[in-house]
């Protein structure tokens, strides 16, 4: 059934609240409050919390603006310390990643630190270990399939003052604008980074084409020193590409993969570790932990890795995190359902937000002691106040 909501003012959004019986003892502060926090999000999203009857809403007796302040402020404190555990899970990953990959197929010499760019070092994931992840690893002729590793980038930049040795070749696009390709090695100094060699194609717009480059097109093996040039380069390595995007990478030849891997994000991450082989994914699971030698380790890992990153996308947008609530297209292991006492609430899909922190609780490096400290000073204020419903309903509403 579908909603639709009318503007109001927020002096009409205080007095909504008003005669729903709640208690406002300091109207411009409630107003001050809306305008910072979002009336959606600070009111809405918590007064179900507080309610006596929901058709019409009217609030339980001596529920005060205060009470709403309060949850949201513990909603903000859960989020900050959530955000401090999932990190701590995400660097740990980077680094685990980055060592049992590079130990086993980087340890030849420099030559082999750009191994892990080589779809050959890894196992492409079988039918056997689908999951939400595998579809992305490695899918030849389709970007959107693979991993960042295994396709080619473009970025804009200023070849300052290089030596290009190559192919140059003149085409047109299909509006008819015409450009000159450099396709080849480039060795010396692109925007103000460090002098580097970089493989790949270089497309320069025809009015910004000098006519040392534009006389040469056709040319095979050609050497031509060029300064001061903005173009794009295409066909980049992603190695070659980080070079350029981030100037702490630039000074590399051959960036290895314990610098590279600070430039994944979470899924990237967790797409990668798909095709890391099963003795590679066997010791960061343990070191994580989860018991590699357990049957069923692999999947709760995996599904553990489902919820994570659900929750980091759900923390970077800033949503009111006790409301969090498992997508429906996760769905919980059922070792983890029979281990945790888990509710989910249909077809083993859809946790409660407390109950999908247990199973983060799997990782090392992933504690609930400050979320839990928290919650218990909330409950401690609401005990105080004998405002006992709202404790039961925030129960109710995380699954704990």
């Not at 609240?17 to 502060?29: C, F, M, V």
């Not at 892990?116 to 970007?143: A, C, M, R, V, W």
């Not at 702490?248 to 095709?275: A, C, E, H, R």
Request: hydrophobic letters at 35%.
């Amino acid at each position: 059934m579908t909603r639709e909501k009318e503007f109001k003012t927020i002096n009409e959004q205080i007095s909504i609240q008003k005669n729903r019986n709640l208690k406002i003892s300091d109207e411009l502060q409630m107003e001050s409050f809306i305008q910072q926090k979002n009336y959606f999000n600070s009111i809405n999203g918590f007064e179900t919390l507080f309610l006596l009857t929901s058709n019409p809403k009217k609030y339980m007796s001596r529920v005060y603006f205060k009470d709403i302040k309060r949850i949201y402020v513990l909603d903000r404190n859960i989020a900050k310390y959530l955000f401090q555990e999932i990190e701590k899970i995400e660097i740990e990953l980077k680094s685990r990643i980055a060592y049992e990959f590079a130990r086993e197929h980087c340890s030849s010499g420099i030559e082999s630190n750009l191994n892990y760019l080589d779809i050959n070092f890894y196992e492409l994931p079988t039918l056997h270990n689908q999951n939400s992840f595998t579809d992305y690893f490695y899918t030849s002729g389709k970007d959107r399939k693979t991993h960042i590793f295994f396709r080619t980038h473009n970025i804009s930049a200023r070849i300052k003052n290089a030596r290009f040795t190559g192919n140059v070749q003149r085409s047109s696009t299909y509006n008819g604008a015409i450009f000159y390709n450099l396709e080849g090695i480039f060795e010396g100094t692109i925007d103000d980074l460090k002098i580097n060699i970089y493989r790949g194609k270089f497309s320069i717009k025809d009015n910004n084409t000098p006519s040392d480059i534009s006389g040469l097109d056709g040319c095979t093996d050609v050497s031509v020193q060029i300064s001061n040039l903005e173009g794009r380069f295409f066909d980049l390595s992603y190695a070659d590409y980080c070079k350029m995007k981030y100037p702490y990478i630039s000074s590399y030849k051959n960036p290895p993969l314990w610098v590279i891997i600070d430039t994944l994000m979470l899924n990237d991450l967790l797409i990668l570790f798909q095709g890391l082989g099963v003795k590679i994914q066997n010791r960061i699971m343990s070191e994580m932990g989860f018991d590699s030698s357990a049957s069923g380790s692999r999947e709760k890992f995996i599904n553990a890795c489902e919820i994570l990153r659900e929750l980091r996308n759900e923390l970077a947008h800033f949503s009111l995190i006790t409301r969090y609530r498992t997508g429906n297209k996760i769905l919980i292991n059922s070792l983890f359902i029979s281990e945790l006492s888990l509710t989910p609430k249909t077809n083993n899909r859809v946790l409660k937000f407390y109950q999908s922190l247990k199973i983060l609780n799997y990782f090392n490096n992933f504690s609930l002691k400050k979320i839990d400290r928290s919650i218990r000073l909330y409950c401690l204020k609401n005990i105080f106040l004998f405002k006992f419903d709202i404790i039961k309903n925030f129960f109710k509403r995380i699954g704990k």
